[in-house]
Each structure stands twice: as C-alpha cells, then as structure tokens.
C-alpha cells in the first residue's frame, strides 16, 4: 500500500499497538500475578505456586467444570447433528429453504431477552431449572452458529461432485452420506469447537436457566467474584486462558489445512 | 392422483413433526423426574453456606444417610418452591424468621417431636418463643446473625462514635472521603432505613416510604459499593472506612484483619434461621439424625469455622477463637435482646423494587 | 410397497426436522410466552407501572452505555481493521489469531482482570505509587469511568471482526485509482473507504450495541452496584417468582426499545451513505 503517506502509516502502526496493548496488558498482568505469593492484590512478594495447588483441590471447581464440560458437549452434539441434517434438508428444495434465515435470529437476539423466554416457559410448564434447561437453551445457541456456518460452506462446495454421485446410481441418501458429509465435516468440525466455546463461556443463559442449585464454570467464577479478588482466580483464569489458546490454534490450524475447493 | 400424493405426504410430514415434538417433550419434561432416590436418604433445602459440604459428607459416612443439598437464594423462593406442588419431597428446610409465620398459617410446617432432639438445653433461650412460634413446636433456631458495622480503626477514632447508625447513614465527621459498604438487599436495605427513623414500625405510610427513599438516595453519596458478599474484603482493604454487614462477615473480617472492629446499635436488626420439617415429608427419623448430628458442638465449631454464624447452642460459644466482646455478643443479654428487632417484610416486593430503582436513579 | 414409496422419500425431511422444531419450540414459543405472560391479569397493569421516570431513566441510561461503549470502541476498532486488513501483509494472520484470544475466553475473566489491576493495592496503583506519581492509591473502581474502561475492552474484539471481515473484501484498486485520480488518503478514506465499507461497521455496531444494552454485571461488578440498568431490572423481576409478569414486561419494553434505535442507526447510516458518496454507489 505505497500509496500511503508515510505519516499516516506509523500514526496507524502506533494506534495498534496502543489498541493490542490495552487488550493484552491486563490478561498478561493477573497471569503473571497468579504465581504472587500474597492473597489480596499488593505488589509483587515472591513466586509461588500454592494458588494452583488450591485450585486443583477444590472440589467446587472440578464439580463446576464437569458441569460445564457436560451441559457443552452435549449442547455441541445436538446441534451439530441437527444442523447439519437440517442444512441437508433445506438444500433439497422447496419452501424449507426460506426456513434457513430463521436461524440467523438466534444471534440478533439479545441473549438476555432469549434466557428470559426460556426461563418463563420452564417456569409455565413446570419444568425444573438445571443441566437439561440449560442445555436446550445452548442448543439454541449452538443451532444459530452450526446452521449459518454449515449452509455457507454448502453453497461453496462444487455441485458436480454430487451429481455425478447421483449419475453413478446413488440414492440421494448415499450421496449425503458418502460424499457432502465429508466434505463438510472440516467446517463442522470447526463450528462445533466454536460452539464448545461459546456454550462453555456463556453466562447469561446459565444465570437464567440453570437455578439455584446447577452451578457451571462461568456461575462459579461469578460466584468467586462477587465474594472478592483471591489470586485462585487468577490461577483459575491462566488455565482457561492457556487451554482456549490452544484450541484456537487447533482450530485456526483446521481452517487452513483443509480447505480443499 | 398428485393431489392425493400431496396430501399424503402433508399428513406424513405432520405425522413426522408430531414425533418429533413428542421426543423432545419427553426429554424435556424427563429432568423432572425424581431419581430414584433410595428409601435412606434426605432432601434437605437451605441456603448455599448452611450445611458445610465436607461435614454433610462426614454424616453420609458415618450414618449412611444420603444427604440431596437442595439450595434457594432469598427466603421468597423458598416459599414458592414449597407452595408450588410441582416440587415435593423435602424433607428439612432452613427458613428466616420472617417467613416462619406464613409457612405455619398455611399449613406447610409439621410439628417437631422434642423427645428426639437430644441437644435443646443447650440452646440459647433466648432464641426461642418467639411470637411466631411461640413454643417452638415447629421450628427450632439453628444459627442466627446481627447487623452490625464494621469499621477501620486507622481511620475511625472508636471513641468519637456517638451512634452506630451514624457511620451509615451520615458522613462521619463529615469528612469527605468517608465511604462505606452497604447492603445489596432491598429487604434489608429499608429496614435499616425505617430502625433508623421509625424503629420498629410493621408497615409504612406514603409519606414514611418518601422518607426512606430519600435518606437511601442521600446515602448514596457516600456508599462505595453495594454488596453483601466483599464487604468484608473491602473493608480489609481500606478501600471503605465502615460496612454494614450481617455478623458472619463482619466475624469474618476481624479474623483476618486486625485493623478492623466493630460497632453494634442498640436497636440493632438481627436474623434467625431455624430448622423446620415441612409436612410433606416422611422421613423425619432420618432427618432427626441428621438434626442431631448437626447441633453436636464439634459441628457447631465447624461451621463457624466455615461460616461464621452465632450458634444456637451456648456451650460453643467459650470454644470459639473470638474475643471476649465478641462472645458477649453471641451470647447477648435479655436487655439487649428486647431491643432488637427482626427484618421486616415491609412492602410487597414490587414496591421494595420500585424503591430500590429510584434509590439506585 | 405404497407405504415404503411414501415414507423412504420422506427421510431426508425426518433427519432434517428436529432442528426447525427445536428453534420453534425453545425460541419462538417462549418469546410468545414472553408475551402472553406480560399481559397476564388481562390487563396491561405490568406495562403501565414501568411508565415512570425512574424506569425511563434506567432505559436512558442502559442506552448512554450502550451507544458511548460502541462509539468508543469504533474509533478504536476501525484503524485496526483497517490496518489489518490492508497494510498488515505477513503480520495479518498473526495480528488475527491474537485477536481470537480476548474473543474466545471467558468473559468474566476480563472483567476479573480489571478488578485485579484497579484494585486498591492492584497493579495500577502500586506501580504509580512506586514510581513516585502519587502518595495515595488512586480511586479507581466503583466510578462510572472504570466501568466505561472495562466495557470498551470487553467489546472492542466484537467490533474489530465485522470491520475486518468488510474491509477484507475491499478492492486494493479502488484506492489506487482514487489517488491516481488525485484524492488524498484522508478524502478517499471518507469517501471510499468508508461508505463500502459501512455494512461492516453496521454489523459491527450492533454487535456490540445489543450486548451492551442489556448488560448489568459489568456495572455490578467494576461499578459497585450503585446505579440500575436495564439488564439488572429484567434480571431482578424475572428471578423473584411472584413478578415474573412484570419482567416479562420488562423485557418487550427494553426489545422494544432496542428494536426502534436499531432501526433508527441503519436508516441514519443508509443517509449516511447516499449523502458521503453523493448517491453514486
């Protein structure tokens, strides 16, 4: 881009890395106080490691994280399944097609205002708060990522393919199963890890939606900080931090490698 | 014929959605199903902090009794999960004073056999006969709080206190970077305000309600944060020079802040929880065990340990490292008592609300 | 044989259903819920008794929060679109994946980063205090700036993408031809640039807009709790059982309101657009 003035340029570059270091700054800080040796923020007292051995015995935390780690992966499967067979029906044809759009709302509307209609019909029908509710409101969830995503890279992949499956003598059935869903399944793949990630982030759903008595990571954490600042969090927060890092990079990995067409 | 094709697909499809609507329904309403729970077990509903997790495991060991911790956040929600018939099958409940008579009046509460509680000499009588349930037949005090107001002594002369109130609700010596913690509850929060004012009123006129309004917005000024969970950790931190909190954390907070003391008002506002079985239940021998075992003196110490709730039984009290002002007020007198009073349910909650709105404006 | 003629064809629609039935049922049925359950004593006495000034206000100022949070992070967000998407080159990729981490961790994590850091004794102060600039710890938390500060940064990532991806797709030739024909960067920036890329931005707007509207544990949390927002109205009546009618209501005022500044920002961009490129695009 030659055609910049010069001044332009830098008054840009510094403008980024003014704008990366305040996104980057605060997460690198309590990652390193993490491993400060004193139980309030204060300055820097000495190395330790007793915060992640605390973390690693509470039992509140594994109870919370396998919570979360459930209500997501089962959220993760229903909508990936759903959605993709639904991507299959609509590309058959007809008026389901139009129904695809619908899809794209989960993601306008406002969480909060979803949490709360899932809440009062729960509440209507009598049906109690906990891990199911909350993993139907993450489907929902899920759905608004899988459906959009899935049926782009429906419309990308090259017709021919399956054509010629069907002039081979394939039954529509076979084609799917033979040939679309392989060649889907990167970018399912893809959007199911963001799902994962999204479900085990989401807060507001669970807030409305699990009761009293469901707690998940993200519940926990905000249970953790209304109580007040304990380095525990810290630690907790560096693990998360490292363990989402790495699957970003499994992710970013997958995108580049195997797009095919 | 295509038209006949037609329609039969149509009923088909709508056959086919029908099915599926009925799965889904399935699924749904199957987390409404009781697990089958075995015949020695309980379901116990109280607030998160009651009943200390590891020492409910102790007892599941010790006994065999499998304990279902069950847990509400305000004591309204506890009465609409017992009104509601949709959820049955407690067996011991842990309500606040204030709700006790209307679980009584409507009939939810079942009578205690006081043979089978092995621990009733040792609590604080003081604690008992109270109007609600003035012979205690269905409730039983399990632990209880006062409201008081923690303050840095570094910034804070305890000699210059005239009234205890006057830490909250005025700027102390008027000094212009007074702040405090104030309690994140509208329930609380008003009946502070009216102690304050009125003293122990049961209802307020208009014109009472526009009083309180304007004394919480006034105090805003100098409020630093509401909340009723880190007030102790601000406090620590000097961040705030006073917090009025419940007793357990203000305990909480001297134990692990030696700048720190505390300040009680005469006419102070206080908060019993007892234990109650409501009447749906049919396990209450099990559930006598598991009151024994909890009003035992070493479970006592534990959960203060954990907690920092006054105990109702008095023989704890010697045991516990506080200091002897703080036992004193564990233990209270009989004068001190009298003029203490309980939270009050003072507004239905929409118009608490509307208050706490236009405080927080 | 007729019925298997029937049915086989009928698979596909089999598989493919549950998941129009999952959105009908658990998004559809309950913001219909949402409605029923607001008008539930017949009348409209649940809507009525937010028609005060302390509610209105409570809106004005979930709305303040929201529109200041997605300008502020606008103007941060933009130059580093641009810069990303157009001068990055072999840096694009990595600039891109750091991006992805404030994106994908927890949300509460950042905002317990800035309680850490503002902390009394947090980072901020003990290294003002140790460098000698101040004698006291500064007051930081619980002031309406710092709950601007923790906003900005937990949405600006929101605000970065949308532009990116935009300006992705922008025409490198566009802007050579533009200069060639004379224009400064600055004209072909407000002239070109811009308005193409002003779906983006749109996008990128309301994507932090929503969020931020309804947000209330940020002011809870950094802000001390001292005023009320719309999100924190919704979720006190919601959660008490005996006024859940009236956080239903609640909820359709503030969509409501919602819905009617949404509609107002795309009609202002689109004549925004017609009146910067002068009706030609």
Not at chain 2, 193 to 207: D, H, I, M
Not at chain 2, 316 to 333: E, F, G, H, N, Y
Not at chain 3, 76 to 91: F, H, Q, S
Not at chain 3, 268 to 281: A, N, P, Q, Y
Request: charged share 15%.
């Amino acid at each position: 881009m030659g055609k910049h003035s010069l001044l332009a340029q830098r008054w840009n570059i510094i403008w980024i890395v003014l704008v990366y270091a305040f996104l980057f700054i605060p997460i690198v800080v309590f990652c390193a106080f993490s491993f400060n040796n004193a139980p309030f923020p204060s300055a820097w007292v000495g190395l330790t490691t007793r915060w992640y051995q605390e973390l690693f015995s509470s039992t509140e935390i594994w109870h919370a994280l396998y919570n979360s780690l459930i209500v997501s992966s089962v959220a993760v499967i229903l909508s990936a399944v759903m959605g993709v067979f639904f991507v299959y029906l609509a590309m058959q044809g007809g008026r389901i097609r139009f129904m695809l759009s619908h899809f794209y709302a989960n993601l306008v509307f406002p969480e909060i205002v979803l949490a709360v209609g899932l809440l009062s019909l729960f509440s209507a029908l009598g049906i109690s708060l906990g891990m199911w509710a909350l993993i139907i409101a993450h489907t929902v969830l899920g759905l608004g990522y899988v459906v959009p995503l899935v049926y782009d890279r429906y419309q990308e992949l090259d017709y021919r393919l399956t054509e010629a499956a069907l002039d081979l003598g394939a039954t529509p059935l076979q084609v799917f199963t033979t040939v679309t869903l392989p060649l889907l399944r990167p970018t399912l793949f893809s959007a199911s890890i963001l799902v994962f990630i999204v479900s085990f982030d989401d807060f507001i759903f669970a807030y409305f939606c699990a009761g009293s008595t469901f707690q998940t990571l993200p519940l926990y954490i905000l249970s953790m900080l209304r109580t007040g600042v304990s380095p525990i969090v810290n630690a907790l927060s560096t693990v998360l931090l490292v363990f989402s890092s790495l699957l970003i990079i499994g992710y970013s990995s997958l995108k580049t490698k195997f797009r095919v067409f | 014929m295509m038209k006949f094709m037609k329609k039969k697909v149509g009923i088909v499809r709508s056959v086919m959605i029908l099915i599926w609507v009925v799965i889904v329904t399935l699924i749904v309403f199957a987390s409404r199903l009781q697990f089958f729970k075995p015949e020695r077990s309980i379901t116990v509903l109280a607030w998160s902090a009651a009943f200390d997790r590891a020492y409910v495991k102790k007892f599941e060991k010790e006994t065999g009794i499998r304990v279902y911790l069950s847990t509400y956040s305000t004591n309204e929600e506890l009465l609409v999960k017992l009104q509601s018939s949709k959820e049955k099958g407690y067996d011991l409940i842990v309500p606040s004073d204030y709700v006790i008579a209307r679980l009584k009046n409507e009939g939810l509460l079942k009578k205690l056999d006081k043979n089978k509680l092995l621990f009733l000499d040792q609590l604080n009588p003081l604690l008992m006969g109270f109007p609600f349930d003035p012979k205690n037949e269905y409730t039983i005090p399990f632990v209880w709080d006062v409201f008081c107001i923690g303050y840095d002594t570094r910034k804070i002369e305890p000699s210059l206190i005239m009234s205890p109130w006057d830490l909250v609700f005025k700027r102390f010596n008027h000094h212009a970077g007074y702040r405090i913690v104030m309690t994140n509850d509208p329930l609380e929060a008003i009946s502070f305000a009216t102690q304050y004012l009125f003293g122990p009123v049961s209802s307020l006129s208009s014109e009472q309600i526009q009083e309180v309004t304007l004394l919480l917005k006034n105090q805003k000024a100098w409020v630093e944060n509401y909340t009723n969970l880190r007030g102790d950790y601000l406090l620590g931190s000097g961040a705030v020079d006073a917090a009025i909190m419940q007793s357990a954390e203000i305990w909480r907070a001297l134990a692990a802040f030696k700048h720190l003391d505390f300040v009680i008002p005469q006419d102070a506002l206080i908060s019993i929880e007892h234990c109650a079985i409501p009447v749906g239940s049919e396990k209450e021998s099990l559930v006598y065990e598991f009151l024994n075992f909890f009003y035992t003196k070493d479970a006592f110490i534990n959960n203060y340990r954990e907690a920092f709730n006054f105990p109702a039984r008095m023989d704890v009290i010697d045991a516990l490292p506080v200091t002897d002002r703080q036992k004193a007020v564990m233990r209270s007198s009989p004068e001190e008592f009298k003029r203490y009073s309980f939270i009050r349910d003072l507004l239905p909650e929409r118009k608490r609300f509307d208050l706490w709105v236009a405080v927080k404006s | 044989m007729n019925i298997k003629k029937l049915f086989l064809p009928q698979i596909p629609f089999f598989l493919g259903i549950p998941a129009l039935v999952w959105q009908v049922l658990f998004v559809y049925v309950p913001l219909v819920f949402i409605l029923v359950l607001s008008v539930q004593s017949g009348t409209f006495e649940s809507f009525r008794a937010f028609f005060t000034a302390e509610y209105g206000l409570v809106l004005v100022r979930s709305l303040f929060l929201g529109l200041s949070t997605a300008t502020i992070c606008l103007i941060l967000a933009y130059p580093v679109a641009y810069w990303i998407a157009l001068c990055a080159g072999r840096w694009k990729n990595f600039l891109l994946f750091l991006l992805f981490i404030p994106f994908w961790t927890n949300f509460l994590l950042h905002i317990y980063a800035w309680m850490f850091i503002m902390d009394r004794n947090g980072v901020i102060n003990t290294v003002l205090q140790w460098l000698g600039l101040i004698q006291e710890p500064l007051h930081l938390l619980h002031t309406t700036a710092s709950v601007f500060v923790v906003m900005v940064y937990c949405y600006t990532p929101f605000m970065i993408w949308p532009i990116y991806s935009a300006l992705e797709k922008f025409d490198v030739r566009l802007h050579e031809a533009s200069s060639d024909l004379g224009a400064t960067w600055w004209q072909t920036l407000w002239h070109i640039v811009i308005p193409l890329s002003l779906p983006g931005i749109r996008s990128g707007f309301f994507l932090v807009l929503v969020p931020a509207f309804g947000e209330f544990v940020i002011p809870e949390l950094i802000g001390g709790d001292k005023v009320m927002f719309a999100g924190g109205v919704v979720s006190y009546y919601t959660l008490h059982a005996k006024t859940s009618s009236f956080g239903a209501a609640f909820t359709i005022i503030t969509s409501c309101v919602l819905c009617l500044v949404l509609c107002l920002i795309y009609l202002l961009s689109r004549r925004f657009m017609r009146h910067v490129t002068h009706g030609k695009v």
